[in-house]
């Protein structure tokens, strides 16, 4: 996929300078078919995207976005359809669940009485709903972070083709 990738060992200019610009400036080389590149073609002159870099970092941007939002791992889920996680509890918290757990839930297993008690605050505090919100904020958040390098790189063009200057 990647053509002409270097491990960073060769060719490497001394000095901090060098070392900041290798980190930004990265290039990659993608092999394409004709038709793939027929494709890109048409995108950029249909007026979308003003070269063929420009678009191929803008779906490169979307498939790294979309992967990161999918890649959150899932715990394994028991023969009850359960997801067992660990907690941190103080001592006294613990005993307390414990006392709890004991005298006011029949005697019912620790990890019982907790999920009970965590199911009970949870519909009470609506964590379902607030966990939802916030993950649409942090999407919208990389959305905007997104638009904004575009735009930084549209700029960065301009400057490079005269247009504008700072």
Same mark, same amino acid.
Do not use: Q, W
């Given at each position: 996929?990647?053509?002409?990738?270097?491990? !960073?060992? &060769?060719?490497?200019?001394?000095? /901090?300078?060098?070392? *900041? %610009?290798?980190?930004?400036?990265? %290039?990659?080389?993608? %092999?394409?078919?004709?038709? &793939?590149?027929?494709?890109?073609?048409?995108?950029?002159?249909? !007026?979308?995207?003003?070269?063929?870099?420009?678009? @191929?970092? $803008?779906?490169? +941007?979307?498939?790294?976005?979309?992967?990161?939002?999918?890649?959150? /791992?899932?715990?394994?889920?028991?023969?009850? #359809?359960?997801?067992?996680? $660990?907690?941190?509890?103080? /001592?006294?918290?613990?005993?307390?669940?414990?006392?709890?757990?004991? +005298?006011?839930?029949? *005697?019912?297993?620790?990890?019982?009485?907790?999920?009970?008690?965590?199911?009970?605050? &949870?519909?009470? @505090?609506?964590? !379902?709903?607030? $966990?939802?919100?916030?993950?649409? %904020?942090?999407? &919208? $958040?990389?959305?905007?972070?997104?638009?904004? #390098?575009?735009?930084?790189?549209?700029?960065?063009?301009?400057?490079?083709?005269?247009?504008?200057?700072?």
């Amino acid at each position: 996929m990647f053509d002409n990738a270097r491990d !960073g060992k &060769e060719d490497r200019a001394s000095g /901090p300078e060098a070392s *900041r %610009r290798d980190r930004e400036e990265a %290039r990659i080389a993608l %092999r394409c078919s004709l038709a &793939e590149l027929r494709l890109v073609d048409s995108f950029v002159g249909s !007026g979308g995207y003003a070269t063929r870099s420009e678009l @191929l970092r $803008a779906a490169l +941007h979307a498939f790294l976005r979309s992967r990161a939002m999918s890649s959150t /791992p899932t715990p394994p889920v028991d023969a009850d #359809g359960l997801v067992e996680v $660990a907690i941190r509890l103080t /001592p006294e918290e613990c005993a307390a669940a414990e006392a709890y757990a004991r +005298h006011m839930a029949n *005697r019912m297993e620790l990890r019982d009485a907790l999920a009970l008690v965590f199911r009970y605050g &949870e519909e009470k @505090l609506e964590v !379902g709903r607030h $966990a939802l919100r916030s993950r649409e %904020r942090i999407r &919208e $958040a990389a959305e905007a972070r997104a638009r904004v #390098g575009d735009l930084s790189e549209s700029g960065r063009d301009l400057e490079r083709k005269g247009v504008v200057g700072r």
